[in-house]
């Protein structure tokens, strides 16, 4: 099975960026369907992004879009999650989940219900 590690948070400031790191061993990560959920405090679980195993297609939260970017390198084996004008109700545990996928252009789900490996979490931090 798959095992996912997220690295790349941390504290910034309003308006600042961070990128994500989610980095796949184990199992290629061409074979699943790769999604980014956060955590606030005293909240559930969220969607932020997913993106298909190879053709690279890709959602987004309503909340995020147009800040934030999702992005595979295969060869890698690596999904990164840029963001760019980070406010502070971005604040939360940043987790990279997956599932292996039907076929490779399927597009993760929005719903982590779907996701049957999760890495560990990092935290994203943005102060006002």
């Known amino acids: 099975q798959v095992q996912l590690v997220e690295s790349g948070g941390g504290l910034v400031q309003a308006g600042g960026s961070l990128r994500l790191s989610c980095a796949a061993s184990?199992?290629?990560?061409?074979?699943?369907?790769m999604g980014w959920f956060r955590q606030a405090p005293g909240k559930e679980r969220e969607f932020v992004s997913a993106?298909?195993?190879?053709?690279?297609?890709?959602d987004y939260a309503d909340s995020v879009k147009g800040r934030f970017t999702i992005a595979r390198d295969n060869a890698k084996n690596t999904v990164y999650l840029q963001m760019t004008g980070l406010k502070p109700e971005d604040t939360a545990v940043y987790y990279c989940?997956?599932?292996?996928?039907?076929?490779?252009?399927?597009?993760?789900?929005?719903?982590?219900?779907?996701?049957?490996?999760w890495g560990q979490g990092t935290q994203v931090t943005v102060s006002s």
């Open positions: 989940a997956a599932y292996r996928a039907g076929a490779q252009s399927e597009l993760g789900s929005r719903s982590s219900k779907m996701y049957a490996y």
């Open positions: 184990r199992r290629p990560v061409s074979w699943y369907a």
């Open positions: 993106i298909s195993g190879s053709d690279g297609v890709t």
